[in-house]
């Protein structure tokens, strides 16, 4: 009897506990905390330890249970309270939870002995449950009173997720064909982050003081994988984040493109046409094309009439079929910009500050301070001191006292020598690495000045998407400031782009950057095993982030002395890799290799081909899965009916002795052999040791030409590509061609 009364108390506590709660926020009979919506269950000590992460429709656990890992953690850079200074060394100290409870519907986390209280708001919703950090109340009862301690970094949600098939680093997820979890910012400001375990990740949301300490919040999505990104939509909505689900399912996200350099209202038609013949639905626009320097973007010569041929420009493209795209710099200045030279302007950034040590007049070639100057840059170009309104060039610099900057060159960048007093502040100007670009101050006015100039640019030529170049180009922390950059130009354009790339990404910057980076390729002898070694071992890691790259981008380099210039099984290769990945790929259109190479015809029907049939869905899963082998080369032919055909082939090498000027590629079809051949940079003639009986040549399959005979055997065109079909077993076919001659 005594048992059953104990039983129906437990009953009913349990009962009142759960009644007492908003749907989804919940404290059991033990007093852990549980959230829940109709896809999982979140389990938190009432100690703050992590304790279960169910998907309720599988019932599959996602943590690695048993590892005590704390929810939620608090550091200081040094202990700041007076008795745990005694008792810890000044050094970074984290606090681990060790106790959470609901008050008035918002979770709160204590920290011993630390004092301080995070109070943490939830929000349940059907895709996500969100953390956001309200605010932290230092509580102590004591022998006397203390101030308010400081929080450096604060961790708002730590879970020890159990590894599954595939990791996604840049979105943050792990997830399988059952189960997705994904933790993410639901602002610019959470550092998201996982720690790798054997057999597991420490997913982790944070706040850093440095950036933003409190009213960050990030949302935790445990679903299947073909729901995850209708979730994260959701997110993205919810919070007003940009449109990077949206993006990713825009027909345009799967366009390749056209980039040009020099692009101006006189050239535009001839660049649209090869674009055309390319296959390609976009065309993208490097800034160079019109801009006279980056920074204030104002118009060069190219563009008398400025943004009216700009707006040509665009509308040519457009009336075309095709969409438009800017490539841009967008955090940096160029050294002649006006941002820079003659008077550089106050928000550029600088690395390393230092003060005077006696006064500096307009004449002196050494710079006395009161800082060491050991570390400063001694790359050529990046050796520049910012002092008031002028930059001095330093040529080297004392490491003991007293520190001087030596070798100094006055008033550089037609800036204008001064004199300083003692105790004047100045700093080591931040020069990019591309020696060309300073970089700006992201805690200042000047990005979002430049970012709605660029919005100005971009909105009224009527541009659709956006390519991020020098992404890596800010100050610490990078995985703030690389994506807060982008979301400020991002913020100022209108309509938001159908997509973008970018050369760096953070996590924030997936809603931003929603097609990756593009690789520059250019040398024909070295890119297939260039895109062996990035693009397609990048390829496969982000698509772990549900997310495509760039192949490109893509030169068209004429044959020459000591190249042999871009080839069609050049191009096969890259875009044929870039299609077993579902990616696009970019070619730089330059009017005088196109126009000059012999080979261009055949390169842009390569592209045409890819292009067509990866947009129409022609690949099956098979036929990707083998395209993504790094080392089996194939061709995409038309067949007899001008049918898409896709086949493995290889190439014959030593043709005729080892000349260069012959590239043929061998495939088996239909029971027969068949070998595609050209020339890289002319036209001529090849005689090999067949019977006239025993080959068909076609320029296109299904229509045959005959090939010339001689005493010896027959002769073959070479020139544009050419098919050569025989019953000849594939070594004798070999043998001839490497025994072939040119004539």
């Known amino acids: 009897m005594k048992k059953k009364k104990i039983r129906l108390l437990s009953f009913i506590l349990l009962a009142f506990t759960i009644c007492a709660f908003p749907q989804g926020k919940k404290q059991n009979a033990e007093g852990n905390i549980v959230l829940e919506n109709k896809e999982m269950r979140l389990i938190i000590g009432r100690n703050g330890n992590a304790k279960s992460l169910v998907h309720k429709p599988t019932g599959q656990e996602c943590l690695q249970t048993g590892k005590n890992v704390p929810a939620f953690t608090l ?57 956001k950090l309200k605010e932290f109340n230092y509580v102590y009862e ?85 729901n995850l990104l209708n979730c994260i939509e959701q997110v993205e909505t919810d919070y007003n984040l940009p449109e990077g689900v949206k993006s990713r399912r825009k027909k345009e996200y799967g366009y390749s493109y056209y980039e040009v350099w020099d692009a101006t209202p006189g050239n535009i038609d001839q660049h649209i046409a090869f674009a ?40 040519k493209i457009k009336a075309a079929g095709m969409i438009a795209g800017a490539h841009i710099w967008y955090n940096k200045a160029e050294k002649t910009d006006p941002y820079v030279s003659p008077k550089p302007d106050y928000r550029l950034n600088l690395r390393r500050n230092f003060t005077l040590a006696s006064p500096l007049n307009k004449n002196s070639e050494t ?3 009161e800082e060491t100057p050991e570390g400063c840059t001694m790359e050529k170009g990046r050796q520049i001191l910012k002092i008031g309104n002028e930059l001095i060039e330093y040529t080297g610099y004392t490491t003991t006292r007293p520190y001087r900057f030596t070798g100094c060159k006055r008033g550089i960048l037609n800036t204008e020598p001064s004199e300083y007093n003692q105790g004047f502040r100045f700093g080591l100007l931040d020069v990019d690495t591309w020696v060309k670009w300073v970089r700006f101050d992201q805690r200042t006015s000047i990005q979002q000045e430049v970012a709605e100039r660029i919005g100005t640019i971009y909105n009224e030529a009527g541009f659709d998407f956006l390519y991020f170049d020098g992404a890596e180009d800010v100050h610490p922390p990078w995985w703030y400031y690389a994506s807060l950059s982008q979301l400020t130009v991002y913020n100022a354009l209108q309509p938001p782009p159908s997509f973008s790339e970018g050369a760096l990404k953070s996590h924030f910057s997936w809603h931003i950057l929603t097609r990756g980076n593009a690789f520059d390729i250019f040398r024909p002898e070295i890119i ?39 080839q069609p099984d050049m191009f096969e290769y890259v875009w044929s890799r870039a299609t077993a990945w579902d990616c696009p790929a970019s070619l730089v259109g330059r009017l005088e290799q196109l126009s000059a190479h012999p080979r261009t015809n055949d390169n842009l029907e390569v592209i045409r081909r890819w292009e067509k049939a990866r947009l129409d869905g022609f690949f099956t899963n098979e036929q990707k899965k083998s395209l993504q082998n790094p080392q089996q080369e194939h061709i995409l032919l038309l067949d007899e009916k001008g049918n898409f055909e896709l086949q493995a082939y290889e190439q014959i090498h030593g043709v005729a002795g080892g000349n260069p000027d012959i590239r043929a590629f061998i495939l088996e079809r239909q029971n027969k052999t068949y070998v595609v051949y ?53 070594d004798q076919v070999i043998e001839a061609f490497r025994k072939a001659r040119v004539l």
């Open 367 to 369: 710079v006395a301070v």
């Open 75 to 131: 550091t200081q850079h040094r202990p700041y309270d007076n008795e745990l200074q005694l008792a810890h060394p000044a050094k970074s100290k984290t606090f681990a939870a060790d106790t959470a409870f609901w008050e008035n519907g918002d979770l709160i986390v204590g920290f011993e002995p630390e004092k301080n209280r995070a109070t943490i708001g939830i929000k349940i919703t059907d895709s996500y449950i969100a953390f």
């Open 678 to 730: 050209w020339h890289v940079s002319s036209s001529g003639k090849i005689e090999l040791d067949f019977k006239p009986d025993d080959v068909k040549l076609y320029r296109q399959l299904g229509k045959e030409i005959r090939p010339g005979k001689t005493a010896q055997g027959i002769v073959l065109p070479a020139s544009d590509r050419h098919y050569l079909e025989t019953d000849l077993d594939r």
């Open 528 to 566: 297939k095993d260039a895109v062996r070694e990035h693009p397609l071992a990048e390829a496969e890691l982000v698509a772990n982030d549900f997310t495509s790259i760039n192949f490109g981008w893509v030169g068209g380099a004429l044959p020459g002395e000591s190249t042999t210039g871009m």
């Open 142 to 226: 004591g022998f006397r009173e203390r101030r308010k301690t400081e929080v450096d970094e604060f961790t708002l949600l730590q879970l020890p997720v159990t590894d599954r098939e595939n990791f996604g680093e840049w979105l943050n997820v792990s997830w399988d064909d059952d189960v997705a979890v994904n933790l993410l910012a639901t602002d610019p400001y959470a550092k998201i982050d996982a720690e790798e375990r054997e057999g597991y990740n420490i997913f982790t949301a944070g706040t850093d003081a440095e950036v933003k300490l409190e009213d960050v919040g990030a949302a935790l999505i445990v679903t299947s994988k073909d």
């Open 276 to 315: 055309k013949q390319g296959g390609f639905k976009a065309i993208q626009i490097v800034w160079t094309s019109f801009a006279k320097t980056l920074g204030t973007f104002n118009w060069n010569n190219s563009y008398p009439n400025g943004m009216k041929d700009l707006q040509t420009v665009i509308g």
